[in-house]
């Protein structure tokens, strides 16, 4: 895995663990149920969220390909300069399941 990679992820991944966990949870959350924590949200969103947790040192080559699946699809969605965007809430929504938050600072 190349530095630049590492970089490139934590710059498109602008939540915290904490707030993708808490977005998640919210996602999953209906009037009938909710899932468990560790379940909670996407399995793309769980994915990014467990690579958020560990340190560069202990990334598997299943992280790094998801490292790369975020980094291709937050660029494919957004402009280069990932300034805070507005857009329709469905579009904010699902890239915030993947930790990139279009309103934040990247």
Do not use: Y
Request: net charge negative; no cysteine; aromatic share 4%.
């Amino acid at each position: 895995m190349t530095d630049t990679l590492w970089e490139e992820f934590h710059r498109v991944v602008n939540m915290t663990s904490n707030e993708l966990e808490d977005w998640l949870r919210t996602r999953s959350a209906d009037e009938d149920s909710e899932a468990l924590p560790d379940q909670a949200g996407t399995p793309t969103g769980q994915e990014v969220l467990r690579v958020l947790r560990k340190r560069r040192t202990d990334l598997t080559t299943e992280d790094v390909r998801v490292m790369r699946k975020v980094v291709e699809r937050v660029n494919e969605q957004r402009r280069a300069d990932l300034e805070p965007t507005a857009g329709e809430a469905h579009w904010r929504h699902r890239l915030m399941s993947i930790g990139h938050d279009p309103l934040k600072p990247a």
